[in-house]
């Protein structure tokens, strides 16, 4: 399986020369014979609510895993703050709070605790974690769930602790996989406004999302990612190109796939 190129780099989303939050440089990752993601560039500019969005297997999650040191590309750099994740972790690494897809979390832990142990692993002090995983615990509603296990926490309740988990050392950056998913409206309202308050105070959210309405919504830029490639990123407003960021998507990455061949699926 050859590597494919790197692709020609977009135009920046953003006009001036401050350091990007994030930016990616020819990042590449092939498993087997798929190309999961085809030597992108990206740049997220600081102070940016930044959207990720693109069908299933488009690349997302394996881009985000790169970027956040979780996962070693083949080719290419992902820099933090202009500092390269893999090249320098230790400095990296505590600049990002990260809510990738699946994470295993020590979940024979309570949820406070668990929330703790993250703070403490990123310097707090024992005090000062617990005194911010009681906060985010009880904002995030799960304050009712006590001392129960993380293991027994239904999939909303498990996204909102990892969510807690990514922002208890207050970091620069927050990088989310799907982080609305499975969690029900008041907690996601609750979750929207954690976020615009993050951004508003100088932070910089990246969220992957297959709900245009949310990322159209909330993100002031958006990339659309497909097959491993990215299609368009820039303002929501560049991107949406006029339209709605939901016929934007279909118009660049296909249309709905016809249900030919179901007729049997009927009562
Ligand atoms: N560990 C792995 N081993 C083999 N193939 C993988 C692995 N992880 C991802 N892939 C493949 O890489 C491609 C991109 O997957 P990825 O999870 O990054 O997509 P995604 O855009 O996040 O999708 P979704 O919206 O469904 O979460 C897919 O074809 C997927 O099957």
């Not at 085809?38 to 299933?56: D, R, T």
Request: proline letters at 6%; aromatic letters at 4%; glycine letters at 10%.
């Amino acid at each position: 399986m050859t590597i494919p190129e790197a692709q020609a780099p977009l135009p920046a989303p953003h006009s001036h020369s401050e350091i990007p939050a994030i930016e990616l440089r020819g990042l590449t990752k092939v498993f087997g014979n798929t190309v999961a993601v085809a030597g992108i560039n990206l740049i997220i500019p600081k102070g940016s609510f930044f959207g990720v969005v693109g069908p299933n297997g488009a690349g997302k999650t394996t881009s985000l895993n790169m970027a956040t040191g979780l996962l070693i590309p083949d080719r290419g750099t992902a820099l933090i703050n202009g500092v390269d994740i893999w090249a320098d972790p230790a400095q990296a690494k505590p600049m990002l709070g990260i809510m990738p897809d699946g994470l295993r979390l020590f979940d024979r832990l309570s949820g406070p605790a668990l929330v703790t142990y993250f703070g403490m692993l990123r310097g707090l002090s024992k005090a000062e974690a617990e005194e911010r995983a009681t906060s985010l615990v009880n904002v995030l509603g799960l304050a009712e769930a006590g001392n129960k296990l993380v293991v027994d926490y239904s999939a909303g309740m498990t996204k909102k602790i990892s969510l807690a988990c990514a922002l208890v050392h207050n970091p620069d950056i927050l990088v989310l996989d799907e982080p609305f998913e499975a969690v029900d409206p008041i907690s996601a309202a609750t979750i929207r406004e954690i976020l615009n308050n993050f951004v508003s105070k100088g932070g910089t959210v990246i969220l992957s999302s297959h709900v245009m309405e949310t990322v159209q919504k909330l993100c002031s830029h958006v990339a659309i990612f497909s097959h491993g490639r990215v299609l368009a990123a820039g303002t929501t407003e560049q991107v949406a190109a006029g339209q709605d960021l939901d016929t934007r998507f279909a118009e660049l990455v296909g249309g709905v796939k016809s249900t030919e061949g179901l007729e049997w699926l009927r009562h």
